[in-house]
């Protein structure tokens, strides 16, 4: 069956670099559309960044300068590249394409 599956997360000290990871398994075809979203503590759900098969990508304005995206296709992985952190980032992670992963868990103090 397809999955997501993220790590790399934990608590971090602010300024701190971290790198997330999202495996994907049992997709038959290359997807078109990978993303990062997340969800702080009583907050909705944020878009953090995604990037288009072609190689597009997009910032949430927040991030712009401090995250990136990236991507192994000869690993299926999915990264995200956090430099800089702030505690204002502390949040779940996911990744997503046509399914969520099942999230990560980001501390930053």
């Known amino acids: 069956h397809v999955q997501l599956v993220e790590s790399g997360g934990g608590s971090v000290q602010a300024g701190g670099s971290p790198r997330l990871s999202c495996a994907a398994s049992?997709?038959?075809?290359?997807?078109?559309?990978l993303a990062w979203f997340r969800q702080a503590p009583g907050k909705e759900l944020e878009g953090v960044t995604s990037?288009?098969?072609?190689?597009?990508?997009y910032y949430v304005d927040s991030v712009k300068g401090r995250f990136t995206i990236s991507r192994d296709f000869a690993k299926n992985t999915l990264y995200l590249q956090m430099n800089s952190l702030k505690t204002e980032d502390t949040a779940v992670y996911y990744c997503?394409?046509?399914?969520w992963g099942q999230g990560t868990q980001v501390t930053v103090s």
């Open positions: 997503a394409t046509s399914i």
């Open positions: 990037m288009s098969r072609g190689g597009r990508t």
């Open positions: 049992g997709f038959a075809d290359d997807y078109l559309f």
